[in-house]
């Protein structure tokens, strides 16, 4: 063999050894998830420098002996010990995770955004009921409920106009009127169907095409212009306190569960913003928090934690993110 191959040999080996280990890094950033916002619900937290997975669990989970299940629910991670400043992860809020926010000085707010795609199907309270542009006849075929697809044929008000191929939104409402200490809160609770798109504009009505169906529309049903709101926001784990009171849910269950959409009587008049993290507790006025033996009030017993998805300002939208009590109308969220 040549005296130089035997010279240059390991020095060549070193270089690629090298260049391997150089293009790691970079390939592991490169294979980091990028989630689809359209799709994906959930917390997500971008990676700073010194964080470890063992880290984080202890952060988010209270336990640093989670660490296998955040590492589980992110897949893109091939090693645990590999993790990148400025890559994304998933946090929590899936079905196997039902894990609350953990409670943690305020200085040591956790940097997160949630992201929640179904925001614009998500329904809402009003002091005044949203004026309609029209109101649903009947559907194509005469089928009774409407859904994803059916042509609908829709009585205008004229005020404004409907235009072709412009998206808008049919909906329902009821009345909201709880008690609430010595007061009565009284609102329109806005129920969104479906998204609907207009097909066809005469002097008699106007013909429209469901294009996404969230409940099933019935003769009746309320027509408004698509209403904008924004899916993805930063997270507030320490807002301000505030007192407000779980008025009801959006299909007005008895129990309130997880991840179910609710509404409180507060709103952006009162400091409520996008992204706020509550906790919920139990009313006063419940038997669980009366001491029957000594006939004395006690603290309310906390019931679980609610993120704020959407401001009015008078009541805010919000999803119940965990439970470790029973959840009604009624309970108090600070």
Not at 13 to 20: A, K, N, S
Not at 92 to 110: G, N, R
Not at 134 to 139: D, Q
Not at 208 to 214: L, R, W
């Amino acid at each position: 063999m040549p005296f130089h191959d035997k010279t240059f040999s390991p020095l060549v080996f070193l270089i690629v050894v090298c260049i391997i280990a150089g293009l790691s890094p970079l390939e592991a950033r490169e294979g980091a998830k990028t989630f689809d916002t359209d799709n994906d619900t959930g917390f997500y937290y971008t990676i700073k420098k010194g964080d470890t997975l063992w880290d984080l669990s202890q952060k988010f989970y209270n336990s640093q002996w989670d660490w296998p299940g955040l590492w589980e629910m992110n897949k893109e991670i091939k090693n645990p010990h590999w993790i990148y400043p400025g890559n994304t992860i998933r946090v929590y809020l899936k079905p196997e995770f039902k894990i609350s926010a953990p409670e943690k000085p305020k200085q040591m707010a956790i940097e997160t955004r949630f992201n929640y795609p179904a925001i614009h199907s998500t329904g809402f309270i009003k002091k005044e009921q949203v004026p309609a542009l029209g109101t649903v006849l009947r559907e194509q075929e005469g089928n009774i409920m409407m859904t994803t697809n059916d042509v609908v044929y829709i009585r205008p008000t004229g005020q404004p106009p409907f235009v072709t191929g412009h998206r808008y939104q049919i909906y329902s409402t009821s009345q909201v009127d709880q008690k609430i200490g010595t007061s009565r809160y009284k609102g329109v609770k806005h129920l969104l169907k479906a998204d609907l798109e207009i097909i066809e504009v005469n002097t008699q009505y106007a013909a429209g095409k469901i294009k996404k169906a969230y409940r099933d529309v019935a003769s009746g049903d309320l027509v408004m212009d698509f209403y904008p709101r924004q899916p993805t926001f930063e997270v507030d784990e320490h807002p301000d306190p505030v007192e407000a009171v779980l008025l009801c849910s959006e299909d007005d269950n008895v129990l309130v569960n997880d991840y179910r959409i609710a509404f409180i009587n507060k709103g952006s008049e009162d400091n409520i913003r996008l992204g706020n993290i509550y906790t919920i507790k139990r009313g006063k006025e419940t038997e669980s928090v009366y001491d029957v033996k000594t006939g004395l009030d006690i603290a309310p017993v906390t019931s679980g934690k609610l993120i704020v998805l959407h401001t009015e300002p008078a009541s805010a939208t919000v999803m119940v993110l965990s439970s470790i009590q029973d959840i009604h109308p009624g309970d108090i969220v600070n």
